[in-house]
């Protein structure tokens, strides 16, 4: 899988756990500033991808995402 397809799926189970349009989420789009995600929606989000792409993200790993981009690149490189 790669990093389109990475941020395609992730893209949509962002959007659909923020309630937020799918347009919103870019590769620059910052979690909580842009996206308007707290720590409670940051972990739901992390358990998600793990759930949807069967990878396991340590916490201290998930702490660092600032960015959509971030995690794309994390789970571009662990699929």
């Known amino acids: 899988m790669d990093s389109k397809e990475v941020f395609e799926k992730i893209k949509a189970l962002i959007s659909k756990k923020l309630e937020i349009d799918e347009n919103k989420v870019t590769l620059g789009a910052s979690f909580r500033k842009d ?13 998600a991808i793990e759930e949807e792409l069967g990878v396991s993200i340590p916490d ?20």
Request: aromatic content about 12%; cysteine-free; overall charge negative.
């Open 35 to 47: 996206l308007g995600a707290d720590s409670l929606d940051t972990y739901e989000l992390v358990y």
């Open 60 to 79: 201290e790993k998930a702490n660092e995402f600032e960015t959509v981009k971030d995690a794309v690149d994390f789970l571009s490189s662990q699929l």
